[in-house]
């Protein structure tokens, strides 16, 4: 079967540096996805990874390893705002999206 | 309008009603979906349109019928749900599926509840 693996709940502290990890096991792949959700509110898009490294925009990074079948999304510099779900999602063979139950990144202050 | 709409974004409704609900895409995009969001589980696909071709999920109860009449709508028709349906429904749109980097944007989705 498919699978995506993340940590339930994370806390930070604002200001810090906090690292989500995400591990998958899929049917091929074409392409890993992160997106934010707010509580209460539509996920968006934040990465993408296809090729193996890390890719930075802004105060988020993310980065990849096809032979690990492992991703981790970086957030420096932490903010209230930052307070949200982290979704990791996996492309498979039939590029369908294989999604994660997410991350819960709390912000302390 | 901008991005992707969703209405209603609050319903309740009985076993036995039948209630529809609407998304309407404002991107130009040629590719829709239907989620379910229930809490601490992952996001479920239930069903994609892609260029107006209707790819779905088998594991899908009769009780959702889903309906896209142009590549901007999609409707999801409900009846006789049980309270086990009770979530969040998300639509998506994106460019169609293929090799290209197309991420999906979302609507605000539609809270559920079945009574």
């Known amino acids: 079967g498919q699978n995506i693996d993340q940590p339930t709940e994370m806390t930070a502290t604002e200001g810090a540096i906090v690292q989500i990890n995400c591990t998958y096991q899929t049917s091929g792949f074409n392409g890993l996805f992160w997106y934010q959700q707010h509580a209460g509110e539509a996920p968006t898009f934040l990465s993408y990874n296809v090729l193996d490294g890390l890719e930075e925009k802004g105060r988020f990074s993310s980065f990849l390893s096809r032979s690990k079948g492992y991703s981790y999304l970086l957030l420096k510099e932490l903010q209230m705002k930052d307070s949200a779900s982290y979704l990791c999602a996996v492309r498979d063979s039939n590029y369908q999206l294989i999604w994660g139950a997410g991350t819960k990144l709390i912000i302390k202050p | 309008e901008t991005g992707v709409t969703q209405t209603p974004r609050h319903l309740v409704m009985g076993m036995t009603n039948k209630k529809s609900l609407k998304c309407e895409q404002h991107?130009?995009?040629?590719?829709m979906y239907w989620y379910k969001q229930s809490a601490k589980k992952p996001l479920e696909l239930m069903f994609v349109y892609s260029l107006e071709e209707r790819v779905e999920n088998n594991s899908v109860p009769s009780r959702f019928s889903p309906e896209c009449p142009n590549s901007s709508h999609l409707f999801l028709h409900l009846h006789t749900l049980q309270p086990e349906d009770s979530a969040l429904y998300l639509c998506?749109?994106?460019?169609?599926?293929?090799?290209?980097?197309?991420?999906?944007?979302f609507g605000p989705g539609t809270r559920l509840t079945v009574t």
């Open positions: 991107l130009g995009h040629n590719a």
């Open positions: 998506a749109s994106s460019q169609a599926m293929g090799s290209g980097h197309y991420e999906q944007y």
